[in-house]
């Protein structure tokens, strides 16, 4: 569904504004860092220091345990290849390392870094995926270095079922790691969705407004008046959330004109929209 005040859909433009359930996804378009160069001499290093100095990724590229040259200089030269491109979503070298090493020791460090740049680019079961393989390959880490690149990967697991409101996948994610000492941003993931689960299992009237809050952001952003943002100020949802129809029937009532549309992958998102997302989530 997309909410115009002309009733057209706005193609054409980058994505710059998407709403979502509980969050914002800004600048979908991102490229990688500038500082994706490589800070050692590759003449002198050996190629799992240059790995693991090579900033492409928000998480350093660290083995859990030891690995092949002929391995490493497959990654190396997919991380080149992804590095060079300069396109965040060129994740064809990435993927076809992964396929050809499942095991490998580097699959936590890469599948934990791939489901972080998903996450950026809207690519959210993706990125569950990367992070629920992860954890599940690397839940027995207890070196200090891989074991807070294994609880990072739980932490935004857990985070992102608490985002789109599995209350029982959470429950279960964090009995997991109830007995484990967290490192790292894990601590704060884990936190937060503790909390959103109390709320869905004590509050769901106000812990499943996702749809609700995507017209109440839209709403804030074009500075509407007060009295309409109080009418979904005012709406409460049932355990099971609020469907797409009730969320038409909400923008109507605040006088938001809008109209169905169904996006075909790799199309412009039309603007301002409330998103259904194929995680039946709006």
Known sequence: MYLSKSRRPITGRPLARAITAAFLLTALGISIQASASVPVDPGTASLETRLREARVFEEPLIATGPSSLEEQQALWQAVQQYRDAGNAEAFAPLQSFLTQYPNSAWGLALRTNLGLTYYRLGYFSRAMDAWEAAWRDARAQTQPETKRLADRALGELVRMHARIGHADRVTALLEEAQARPLQGPATEAIAGAREGLWLMRNEPGVAYLCGPM??????????????????????????????????????????????IARRSPGTPIPLPAVGHLSLIHI
């Not at 609020?242 to 006088?255: M, N, S, Y």
């Open 214 to 259: 995507a017209l109440k952001n839209i709403l804030e952003f074009q500075g509407a008046d007060r009295s309409r943002i109080a009418k979904i100020n005012a709406v409460r949802s049932s355990p099971q959330g609020v469907t797409l129809d009730t969320v038409g029937k909400l923008a109507q009532q605040v006088k938001l004109p809008y109209t």
